[in-house]
C-alpha cells in the first residue's frame, strides 16, 4: 500500500504532526490521529524500552475503538520514529515491537538503514526518512525508504540550512514518491505552499507543542505563545547536531545564546552533565510566530484546516 493510499480519506488537513522528544506520549499521538492527522512520536520516549509495547498496544486499541464509534470520520493512521543512529541501544528493540504492532508508518532519523526498511517492509509498513539535503535524500532511498522528510531552514529541533524551494526542487527532479516538507510551518496557509512548492504533506512539529495533551512543561508552552522567529538560535552544541532552539531557555540555563562554542558532530549526545536539551533546553522552528495560545490538539487542527481552505479560495479567486 502506498502512502497517499494509506491516507486517503482520513486526514482533516494533509500533514503529519512531527514526533517529539519527551513531548509527543500516546495521549498527544491518539489526539492527533482522532483529529484528521497523523501523529506520531519517537519510540525513545517510552521509558523504559518496555512501555513501548504498552504505548503501541495503548494508540492501536484507542484508534480501533475509535474507527468503530466513528466510521463516517475514521482516524488517520500513526507513526513511530526511530533513531537509527549508532548510539541508539535500543534500536533493535524498538524495531521489533514495532513490527510486532505492524506499526503503518515509520520515520527514520539520523542514518538510513535497508535492514531496518526490509524489517518494516516485511508486514507491509511504509518507512520515511527524515533528511536536510539531496545527498542524504538519495541514500535514503537506495536504502530502500518510501517516501523523505524534507526537513529545511527554520524547522524546530535538529534542522537543516537549505531554503524549502531549493531542497523540494533539486528532490523532485528525481524523486516522486512521497515527499513531506519541514520547517516554519505552522498555519494552514503555509500546508498549502508546502504543497504547491512540491510536497505531498507538511510535517507539523512546535505548533502542536503548545497543546493541552502535549507533554511539555506550562512554561515552555508560554514561552512557544510568547516568542517569534527572532527568539529561535541554531547551534550544535547540545546534541551535536545543529539544531533550533528557544533562546530564552538558552538564557535560563545559564548560558549566553550569542556566544555558544561549537561541539564535535562526532559527540552525539542527548544530554550534559549541565544542561539536556529537550528538557532544560526547549526545542522550537522559526514558525512559532503563528501560534498565539495553548489549545486543545482539537481546536489547533480545526484552525489549521480552516486556514488551509481558506487559502485555496483565495487562489481560486486571484
Same mark, same amino acid.
Given at each position: 500500500?502506498?502512502?497517499?493510499?494509506?491516507?486517503?480519506?482520513?486526514?482533516?488537513?494533509?500533514?503529519?504532526?512531527?514526533? $517529539?522528544?519527551?513531548? !509527543?506520549?500516546?495521549?498527544?499521538?491518539?489526539?492527533? &490521529? #482522532?483529529? @484528521?492527522?497523523? @501523529?506520531?512520536?519517537?519510540?525513545?520516549?517510552?521509558?523504559? /524500552?518496555?512501555?513501548?509495547?504498552?504505548?503501541?498496544?495503548?494508540?492501536?486499541?484507542?484508534?480501533?475503538?475509535?474507527?468503530?464509534?466513528?466510521?463516517?470520520?475514521?482516524?488517520?493512521?500513526? =507513526?513511530?520514529?526511530?533513531?537509527?543512529?549508532?548510539?541508539?541501544?535500543?534500536?533493535?528493540?524498538?524495531?521489533?515491537? &514495532?513490527?510486532?504492532?505492524?506499526?503503518?508508518?515509520?520515520?527514520?532519523?539520523?542514518?538510513?538503514?535497508?535492514?531496518?526498511?526490509? =524489517?518494516?517492509? !516485511?508486514?507491509?509498513?511504509?518507512?520515511?526518512?527524515?533528511?536536510?539535503?539531496?545527498?542524504?535524500?538519495?541514500?535514503?532511498?537506495? #536504502?530502500?525508504?518510501?517516501? $523523505?522528510?524534507?526537513?529545511?531552514?527554520? /524547522?524546530?529541533?535538529?534542522?537543516?540550512?537549505?531554503?524549502?524551494?531549493?531542497?523540494?526542487?533539486?528532490?523532485?527532479?528525481?524523486?516522486?514518491?512521497?515527499?513531506?516538507?519541514?520547517?516554519?510551518?505552522?498555519? @494552514?496557509? /503555509?500546508?498549502?505552499?508546502?504543497?504547491?512548492?512540491?510536497?505531498?504533506?507538511?510535517?507539523?512539529?512546535?505548533?502542536?507543542?503548545?497543546?493541552?495533551?502535549?507533554?511539555?512543561?506550562?512554561?515552555?508552552?508560554?514561552?512557544?505563545?510568547?516568542?517569534? =522567529?527572532?527568539?529561535?538560535?541554531?547551534?550544535?552544541?547540545?546534541?551535536?547536531?545543529?539544531?533550533?532552539?528557544?533562546?530564552?531557555?538558552?538564557?535560563?540555563?545559564?548560558?549566553?545564546?550569542?556566544? $555558544?562554542?561549537?561541539?564535535?558532530?562526532?559527540?552525539?549526545?542527548?544530554? !550534559?552533565?549541565?544542561?539536556?536539551?529537550?528538557?532544560?533546553?526547549?526545542?522550537?522552528?522559526?514558525?512559532?510566530?503563528?501560534?498565539?495560545?495553548?489549545?486543545?490538539?482539537?481546536?489547533?487542527?480545526?484552525?489549521?484546516?480552516?486556514?488551509?481552505?481558506? =487559502?485555496?479560495?483565495?487562489?481560486?479567486?486571484?
Amino acid at each position: 500500500m502506498s502512502l497517499l493510499t494509506l491516507l486517503q480519506g482520513r486526514l482533516t488537513v494533509p500533514l503529519v504532526a512531527a514526533p $517529539l522528544f519527551i513531548i !509527543s506520549t500516546p495521549a498527544l499521538v491518539i489526539a492527533q &490521529c #482522532k483529529a @484528521g492527522v497523523v @501523529g506520531s512520536f519517537p519510540a525513545l520516549n517510552a521509558r523504559p /524500552a518496555e512501555l513501548l509495547d504498552e504505548w503501541l498496544h495503548q494508540i492501536v486499541t484507542s484508534l480501533k475503538d475509535h474507527d468503530a464509534a466513528h466510521p463516517e470520520r475514521p482516524s488517520a493512521p500513526f =507513526a513511530v520514529n526511530l533513531i537509527v543512529h549508532q548510539s541508539n541501544e535500543r534500536l533493535q528493540q524498538d524495531l521489533a515491537l &514495532c513490527v510486532k504492532h505492524k506499526v503503518p508508518l515509520i520515520i527514520t532519523s539520523l542514518g538510513a538503514r535497508q535492514d531496518v526498511n526490509d =524489517a518494516i517492509h !516485511s508486514y507491509g509498513g511504509i518507512v520515511l526518512h527524515d533528511v536536510i539535503n539531496n545527498r542524504f535524500a538519495h541514500k535514503a532511498i537506495e #536504502k530502500g525508504a518510501d517516501g $523523505l522528510v524534507a526537513v529545511a531552514a527554520g /524547522a524546530g529541533g535538529h534542522a537543516g540550512t537549505l531554503s524549502p524551494f531549493a531542497l523540494l526542487q533539486e528532490i523532485r527532479q528525481w524523486f516522486d514518491g512521497p515527499l513531506l516538507l519541514s520547517g516554519s510551518i505552522s498555519n @494552514g496557509g /503555509a500546508v498549502l505552499a508546502a504543497q504547491a512548492a512540491g510536497a505531498d504533506l507538511a510535517y507539523v512539529g512546535s505548533a502542536f507543542i503548545a497543546t493541552s495533551e502535549a507533554n511539555a512543561a506550562q512554561a515552555y508552552k508560554e514561552m512557544i505563545v510568547q516568542s517569534g =522567529a527572532e527568539d529561535i538560535i541554531y547551534s550544535n552544541l547540545f546534541t551535536g547536531v545543529h539544531g533550533n532552539y528557544l533562546r530564552q531557555s538558552v538564557v535560563n540555563a545559564g548560558l549566553d545564546p550569542d556566544n $555558544l562554542p561549537q561541539s564535535d558532530p562526532s559527540a552525539m549526545n542527548f544530554g !550534559s552533565n549541565r544542561v539536556k536539551p529537550w528538557k532544560d533546553i526547549w526545542g522550537a522552528g522559526q514558525g512559532i510566530g503563528a501560534i498565539n495560545q495553548i489549545v486543545p490538539t482539537s481546536a489547533l487542527v480545526a484552525r489549521l484546516a480552516q486556514e488551509y481552505q481558506a =487559502a485555496r479560495e483565495r487562489l481560486l479567486h486571484t
